[in-house]
T-cell receptor, first 112, second 111 residues
């Protein structure tokens, strides 16, 4: 079945630094979703991407839909302590775009 | 707009006991999902409903897990009997136009 890989698995950065993480798929996706999960909470949708090559921003977050349609990237600029959490990518496993598979996550820690 | 509501938030049971989780999706969302999230992993789909019909339950351990969405709105997920490996967070989500929105989750600990 479809599988998503995320890298890095975890990262420690200094407050104010920029962050990059990516997600790769074994098959082509027509949608990419990026989520953030805080401890004890459910994942919260950050950015949705629907078109190959698309670049979308949400505040300090920018995500890109890879040209090959097998990858996506999430960048966070000028990190702050509240950016700490686990970032998940997700994509639909079916052609209707409703059945989503999730990556294993990238755990971000921000050092003051 | 109210988000996805789940209860209970926490549940501790002994193995072989049963447990039930409830979910009320965002109003108007026809698609409802139950995901299992084991510590340190991403959410894994258990079952997907479209209105009151099951779309995908291929990863639901049907010998012990069951779920229903009788009136096409709220849903319950039941585990009977529970095993130690069922300790996880059970996340409910609903979707509209291809974007999933999650509840806060129900954390299950099986002793």
């Amino acid at each position: 079945g479809q599988q998503l890989n995320q890298s890095p698995q975890s990262m420690f950065i200094q407050e104010g630094e920029d962050v990059s993480m990516n997600c790769t798929s074994s098959s082509i996706f027509n949608t990419w979703l990026w989520y953030k999960q805080d401890p004890g909470e459910g994942p919260v949708l950050l950015i949705a991407l629907y078109k190959a090559g698309e670049l979308t921003s949400n505040g300090r977050l920018t995500a890109q839909f890879g040209i090959t349609r097998k990858d996506s990237f999430l960048n966070i600029s000028a990190s702050i302590p509240s950016d700490v959490g686990i970032y998940f990518c997700a994509g639909p496993r079916d052609n209707y775009g409703q059945n989503f598979v999730f990556g294993p996550g990238t755990r971000l820690s921000v050092l003051p | 707009e109210a988000g996805v509501a789940q209860s209970p938030r926490y549940k501790i049971i002994e193995k072989r006991q049963s447990v039930a989780f409830w979910c009320n999706p965002i109003s108007g969302h026809a698609t409802l999902y139950w995901y299992q999230q084991i510590l340190g992993q991403g959410p894994k789909l258990l079952i997907q409903f479209q209105n009151n019909g099951v779309v995908d339950d291929s990863q639901l351990p049907k010998d012990r897990f069951s779920a229903e969405r009788l009136k096409g709105v709220d849903s319950t997920l039941k585990i009977q009997p529970a095993k130690l490996e069922d300790s996880a967070v059970y996340l409910c989500a609903s979707s509209h136009w291809g974007e999933l929105f999650f509840g806060e989750g129900s954390r299950l600990t099986v002793l």
